[in-house]
């Protein structure tokens, strides 16, 4: 476990444990929006799914020597079942009710109700025992105002078409799905290591996404695609699930949930500017503004009070 008492105070008045926790948020950051880029090509020749299992199985087997070397952990049995709602509702089911809401729903309207996953966090963050304060609430809250601008490049009329029924209640419930794998991450991270426990998630996840993908045959979407896809795959799974997945839960452990949580708001930002870049999409004006809300909503919820 880091030791935060231990390490000097930064120049700006953080400890250096916070410093680099923050920069390992914004990589993930950055990771999880390269993902995202990676993946649209990646679907052109996969189905999503599929994408999704190779690249838990791809992370979990670059984990394993490490968790294996680690040997069974001291206090497994005290985490026992947080870590299971961390394999069930974010190995599992997030997986499954994102892509199954894709399937029934807008993309639009999928991002934009997974983009509510920080502010559940938030609300139920009391129950892990820390402390919700108005300053985190409306940094959060400018940061979703913020997403929501990037995601719908200015046409708020999509937020007339969310409905609670069919695809747009799935991709709710992958969002609460997701608040429930980060509130029950504070608790494993005090106790496991990030690679053990991420080793663990990835691991039944992508047995469990394999199981729920059989019928798709995914070993032979994976025989079937390019150099480039199964490249792509690769890359996703090193610095999006393991490098990235690494960070965050450094961040948790160091930050706690609800300073962690809302760097997930730079990714619909970053994504658009990966794919300005390496796609050719435009980059819209409302985009820069969303953008903008969101490094105000992230400084603003990250920021000490006086």
């Known amino acids: 476990m880091v030791n935060t008492l231990a390490i000097p105070a930064a120049p700006t008045g953080r400890t250096q444990a916070e410093v680099l926790a923050y920069a390992g948020l914004t990589f993930s950051s950055v990771a999880w929006a390269l993902a995202f880029v990676l993946g649209k090509i990646v ?25 294996l070397r680690e040997g069974r952990p001291r206090g497994l049995g005290a985490v026992a079942l947080p870590l299971a709602i961390m394999v069930v509702c974010g ?3 997030y997986q499954w009710m994102f892509f199954a809401a894709l399937a029934r729903t807008s993309a639009t309207n999928t991002a934009l109700l997974v983009a509510l996953n920080p502010v559940l966090t938030l609300l139920l963050s009391p129950l892990i025992g820390e402390q919700l304060r ?14 929501v601008l ?8 999509h937020l007339g078409q969310l409905t609670l029924a069919g695809g747009d209640l799935l991709a709710l419930a992958a969002a609460a799905m997701w608040a429930a794998f980060n509130l029950a991450s504070r608790r494993v991270v005090a106790q496991l290591s990030p690679s053990f426990t991420n080793c663990v998630v990835y691991s039944c996840g992508g047995v469990a996404l394999l199981l729920i993908g059989w019928g798709e045959q995914p070993w032979a979407q994976l025989a079937a695609a390019s150099p480039g896809a199964v490249g792509s795959i690769l890359v996703m799974a090193v610095l999006a699930s393991v490098l ?11 930050l706690g949930v609800s300073h962690t949580v809302v760097f997930v708001y730079l990714v619909p930002v970053i994504t658009a500017l990966l794919s300005r870049l390496a796609l050719g999409e435009q980059f819209e004006l409302a985009q820069a503004a969303g953008g903008s809300a969101v490094l105000a909503g992230v400084y603003w919820t990250t920021r000490r009070r006086a």
């Open 43 to 67: 679907v052109g020749e996969m189905m999503p799914l599929a994408v999704a299992t190779w690249r838990f199985v791809a992370a979990a087997l670059v984990l394993l020597p490490f968790a």
């Open 91 to 93: 190995g599992l089911m």
């Open 134 to 147: 108005r300053q985190q609430l409306m940094g959060v809250v400018l940061a979703l105002a913020g997403a």
């Open 150 to 157: 990037v995601i719908t490049k200015g046409d708020l009329g």
């Open 244 to 254: 990235a997945g690494q960070l965050f839960l450094v961040g948790v452990r160091v």
